[in-house]
């Protein structure tokens, strides 16, 4: 997946079929980056939409 082809969606649908949306939306907002990473590889999200994930989180400017 590259990243002009993300899809937030897709992670948010994974983290909730394992009842884990909630805790990765405020890993999210606390910038808890080991915490949504953990979430996000329980989850089965691939390597690199993670990456893609933590860049984004990292980005004060990028909405997510």
Known sequence: MKESDFEGTLVLEKLAGIDKLEEFL????????????????????DTETIAIVLKKMADPYDEH
């Not at 999210?28 to 089965?44: E, P, Q």
């Open 26 to 45: 405020e890993a999210v907002d606390s910038d808890n980056f080991s915490m949504a990473k953990s979430l996000m590889r329980s989850a089965n999200v």
